[in-house]
């Protein structure tokens, strides 16, 4: 079975979202290589009024009272913060479930995957310091020491590829998709 067929048959379709009451959202952008998909990560910028400050994350943000759909707040902040600008309609598969952060316990926040055929040039936005491409096969579960912002050292599961540490909400989005994908091939 192919991929986007796979992946549309388990994701919910963009269109049952057009009316949905999250807050925020997130871009999960996948891109074949090599053989293997491989997936858009972002590094915030180091920022103390930034709750995520200097972590690995996915493009994404809050939704706006212009947004008319939380389809439009992903795919609106994607262009925003790499410059990638998605067609809902051609590449967004679909989300996985919706997540909370456990910080803040109030904000929904709906993930969606999007699946990006051609390489496009990414060109960040002044909130974030970096990004890099991870071949799904490459990301490697355990459990690792994190630093949080108020000086604290925690133990946490996260996948980690090369010297980056995917861990929290962005480890728990990557999980559901990685759950899916794994259920398909066994």
Do not use: C
Request: hydrophobic share 40%; net charge positive; charged share 30%.
């Amino acid at each position: 079975m192919e991929l986007t067929e796979l992946l549309s048959k388990r994701l919910r379709p963009p269109r049952e979202l057009l009316s949905h009451r999250s807050s925020a959202a997130v871009m999960l952008i996948l891109q074949p290589s090599n053989g293997d998909l491989r997936i858009l990560f972002v590094r915030r910028r180091e920022d103390p009024k930034d709750p995520w400050s200097g972590q690995v994350a996915l493009p994404g943000g809050r939704r706006i009272p212009s947004d008319r759909s939380i389809i439009e707040t992903a795919v609106r902040e994607t262009f925003e913060e790499v410059g990638i600008l998605l067609e809902p309609e051609q590449t967004v598969l679909g989300a996985l479930p919706d997540v909370r952060p456990l910080r803040y316990p109030d904000m929904l926040i709906t993930p969606f995957v999007a699946l990006m055929k051609e390489d496009r040039p990414i060109r960040l936005s002044p909130e974030l310091s970096g990004y890099f491409w991870a071949p799904i096969r490459s990301l490697k579960e355990d459990e690792v020491k994190v630093s949080l912002q108020n000086g604290e050292t925690k133990v946490v599961r996260a996948y980690v590829y090369r010297n980056h540490v995917i861990w929290g909400l962005t480890a728990r989005v990557v999980g559901s998709l990685l759950k899916i994908l794994k259920e398909e091939t066994t």
